[in-house]
């Protein structure tokens, strides 16, 4: 076989580390060419909620495709479309009345920004700074990587960021210093702050509480500043709850989802809008609408996907899934952090994370080397730097997750020597 053509995001070539085949999947598990069974362990970069290749997606995908498969959004519509748009209104908090189509949760950022900046726009206030959250991450378009943390993840591209504001993470015991920082930016007329709620998940999975969530949101209420909540990884039951926002009990001003919202099994992303940001673009004037778009914006097979994934969170036991293997995490969980490698363990919903060592950094060489050696155990993780996270699909069984956890002390033990 001819040397592959493909070149792999978030992968340095020069290291010539194999690059396995996938050629199937079902449930939690992976089927690659050379015959192995992989767990998957993240979900595929987080998106995978109820299972690979699971039937009522696939069924919903197929039925679509010999229907319609593709038409401009554009002043055009279809009903996969409308009534995924009327389904996450009814779950979704009431005051998000406006979903706005994209195809990633990168696209679900960028418009966030665009609406947030058009509206102080239209409503002739000159209003455009953007407050973050240091060690966000929201994307890798030009807006998206503004917002996040500075970085190995954009040094190349500094002279494309515009400037942002940001503020402290709100580690445990100094909230107090974010909360001050916050307001300050507020006060001097930030047009938005945008935030993972909970969890910062590229950053290094770091974790904060629901209180703190909505005392910023009260913060930005209280100078009229937008609140966008980037739930691309925390929404859809990752946390524990439907949203990482309900935890809190909050309502941002602009929500984003992607990922999990088809189940993870093809692209899609919405952006919710609040009313008054709707009607600020809302106008007889055409140089006042919204202008963003992309090809497939609203493609009737991802929307029929998101369908599917709705009705199986109407029809099935979801949440007690995400309850019950929250709890099969603890129980793992504390098992491994009675390792002496393992540093700050903790778990939000179906999320587990520890720290390994004391090597920090995304760049850390601790990384390839777990990530190698987590595949020859035929478990996919993938090391945030020093830092092992465990987020899998909900339908993993206790023998998959345990044999998941197993891996995870055998690396450790080889790291220790």
């Known amino acids: ?143 998206t990587m503004s917002v996040g943390a500075r970085g190995a993840f954009n040094r190349a591209y500094e002279p494309l960021l515009f400037d942002v504001t940001s503020i402290p993470f709100p580690a445990a015991g100094h909230e107090q210093a974010t909360f001050d920082a916050l307001e300050r930016v507020c006060r001097e007329g930030a047009a938005a702050f945008i935030v993972e709620p909970l969890v910062l998940g590229a950053g290094g999975m770091l974790f904060y509480r629901a209180d703190t969530l909505a005392e910023m949101h009260r913060i930005c209420q209280r100078y009229d500043t937008l609140f966008i909540a980037d739930e691309v990884m925390t929404g859809w039951g990752r946390t524990g709850a439907l949203l990482a926002c309900e935890q809190a009990d909050i309502a941002p001003d602009i929500l984003c989802l992607s990922k999990g919202i088809t189940g993870g099994a093809i692209p899609l992303a919405v952006t919710m809008a609040s009313e008054p940001i709707f009607a600020a673009h809302y106008s007889t004037d055409r140089a006042q609408m919204f202008f963003h778009s992309s090809s497939y914006t609203a493609n009737p097979i991802a929307c029929a996907a998101a369908n599917a994934n709705l009705a199986i969170w109407d029809e099935e036991p979801v949440i007690e899934r995400i309850a019950a293997l929250g709890e099969r995490q603890e129980r793992y969980l504390r098992r491994t952090a009675a390792h002496p490698l393992v540093r700050n363990p903790r778990r939000l919903g179906t999320i587990a994370a520890f720290e390994v060592g004391d090597a920090e950094g995304y760049l850390s060489d601790l990384a390839p080397q777990m990530l190698a050696m987590f595949r020859e155990r035929n478990v996919l993780l993938r090391p945030l730097g020093n830092t092992v996270y465990v987020m899998p699909p909900y339908c993993i069984t206790d023998d998959e997750l345990g044999a998941v956890y197993d891996a995870v002390s055998e690396v450790l033990d080889c790291i220790a020597g």
């Not at 070539?13 to 598990?29: D, M, N, S, Y």
């Open 1 to 143: 076989m001819s040397e592959s053509a493909v070149w792999h995001p978030f992968t340095q070539h020069g290291l010539q580390h194999a690059i396995p085949e996938v050629i199937g999947a079902e449930g939690a598990v992976l089927h690659t060419r050379s015959g192995a069974k992989v767990i998957d362990a993240i979900s595929s970069w987080w998106v995978t909620t109820h299972g690979h290749a699971h039937p009522k997606i696939a069924a919903a995908i197929a039925e679509q495709a010999h229907k319609l498969d593709q038409i401009i959004f554009a002043g055009w519509t279809h009903e996969p479309a409308e009534r995924l748009a009327a389904g996450l209104r009814a779950r979704m908090p009431a005051s998000l009345t406006r979903v706005f189509f994209s195809d990633s949760g990168s696209t679900s950022v960028e418009v966030a920004l665009k609406m947030a900046l058009g509206y102080w726009l239209h409503r002739g206030e000159d209003r455009h700074r953007i407050a973050v959250m240091d060690h966000g991450y929201h994307g890798d378009t030009i807006g």
